[in-house]
């Protein structure tokens, strides 16, 4: 279950994205990072060390097979764990990002709307939050899309890096 904290060891990554499977949300691996440095090609100079997949065609190959994420993480024991978010994974993540005023876009909606429904939350390697909502009844696609400056609908399409991860 998604948890706070960005401190995980290799077998917690895996128990992550284990735990995260049986829930049926799709998983996939993701770079890591050691020392600042991103386990990509680009090192150092990565932009988004820790944050992006270690495999190409991520929004088909994400998986809650237990097996195949087992055989991802023997080969990538430190990789990060990402989720993927949409239909495939009936699973939605409001993304809420303080670095951009998303702590306050979120009181402003809570105050419009009404609190926000019980849900499994997470802490983000940004100081942030994510907030795991099931998508709503129905077969169509569910767009993501910015609610708010720091404040963001994950669905289709996307995926949230997931706790222990580091980044």
């Known amino acids: 279950m998604p948890s706070e904290g960005h401190e995980g060891a290799a077998g917690d990554m895996l128990a992550a ?15 890591d990072v050691t020392a600042g440095r991103c386990s990509c090609a680009l090192g150092l100079s990565c932009k988004t060390p820790g944050k992006h997949p270690r495999i190409r065609k991520w ?3 994400a998986t809650a097979d237990s097996a195949l994420i087992a055989g991802w993480w023997r080969g990538w024991p430190n990789a990060n764990v990402g989720i993927l978010t949409g239909r495939r994974s009936n ?12 702590d306050r876009a979120l009181q402003e909606l809570i105050a419009e709307n009404g609190p926000l429904p019980k849900t499994v939350v997470a802490r983000t390697g940004g100081d ?23 404040l963001e609908l994950k669905a289709d399409g996307t995926f949230v890096v997931a706790p222990p991860s580091r980044t």
Request: one cysteine or more.
């Open 91 to 102: 699973l939605v993540v409001l993304d809420v990002d303080p670095r951009h005023d998303g």
């Open 17 to 31: 994205a284990l735990d995260s499977a049986q829930r049926g949300w799709h998983v996939l691996p993701l770079h």
């Open 128 to 150: 942030g939050w994510h907030y795991y909502f099931a998508c709503p009844p129905g077969d169509a696609p569910v767009k993501s899309f910015t609610i708010a400056g720091g």
């Open 59 to 61: 929004t088909e190959q």
